[in-house]
T-cell receptor
Framework: DSGVTQTPKHLITATGQRVTLRCSPRSGDLSVYWYQQSLDQGLQFLIQYYNGEERAKGNILERFSAQQFPDLHSELNLSSLELGDSALYFC????????????FGPGTRLTVT | AQKVTQAQTEISVVEKEDVTLDCVYETRDTTYYLFWYKQPPSGELVFLIRRNSFDEQNEISGRYSWNFQKSTSSFNFTITASQVVDSAVYFCALITSGTYKYIFGTGTRLKVLA
């Protein structure tokens, strides 16, 4: 158990809808990273937050947004969902602003029908 | 550009065979970290090992061993006497100092048959 929690574990929704994925980092960690694992793109970095501020962006679609709240939990919002957004979404956390030592949560499996 | 290549998409072995999973990486940075993760059917990412670019010592942990060679930009993973429970997808990954975002390989699916 990495200490990173993600909810929900599974999510099934229809095209065009909007969903929110939640991540709680390990106690004391200030950075949160989001990754997407899809069949065609593999595991890819989406975005990183540190202490509430966006720090790095990867291949994140404009339909996707994220934020990190004062209590350090983070939410990834996915809107206008398409079939291709079906994927496993991982959150990771670290203490520093950018660290090789990231701890991964169990993931949220999103299915868009 | 930074890249991780796992050329083996899928490997099948019979239990008790040894198996090596290949990983080749590309980076211009001199400080970087290499990782192996295991993803069992349940989906979570299980951390196996981290190596920094200044430590080329090979490592052994039980039935697992890793061979890091900077000269060939490779970080290969060997499972000795494989077991059915080793069946999973294995990912090699790279982080360079300054970016701190994982670059994952495409993974190698290992099937260990009883």
């Amino acid at each position: 158990d990495s200490g990173v929690t993600q909810t929900p574990k599974h999510l099934i929704t229809a095209t065009g809808q909007r969903v929110t994925l939640r991540c709680s980092p390990r106690s004391g960690d200030l950075s949160v990273y989001w990754y997407q694992q899809s069949l065609d793109q593999g595991l890819q970095f989406l975005i990183q937050y540190y202490n509430g501020e966006e720090r790095a962006k990867g291949n994140i679609l404009e339909r996707f947004s994220a934020q990190q709240f004062p209590d350090l939990h983070s939410e990834l919002n996915l809107s206008s969902l398409e079939l291709g957004d079906s994927a496993l979404y991982f959150c990771a956390s670290s203490f520093q602003d950018g660290s090789y030592e990231q701890y991964f949560g169990p993931g949220t499996r999103l299915t868009v029908t | 550009a930074q890249k991780v290549t796992q050329a083996q998409t899928e490997i099948s072995v019979v239990e008790k065979e040894d198996v090596t999973l290949d990983c080749v990486y590309e980076t211009r940075d001199t400080t970087y970290y290499l990782f192996w993760y295991k993803q069992p059917p349940s989906g979570e990412l299980v951390f196996l090992i981290r190596r920094n670019s200044f430590d080329e010592q090979n490592e052994i942990s039980g039935r697992y061993s890793w061979n890091f060679q900077k000269s060939t930009s490779s970080f290969n993973f060997t499972i000795t006497a494989s077991q059915v429970v080793d069946s999973a997808v294995y990912f090699c990954a790279l982080i360079t100092s300054g970016t701190y975002k994982y670059i994952f390989g495409t993974g190698t699916r290992l099937k260990v048959l009883a």
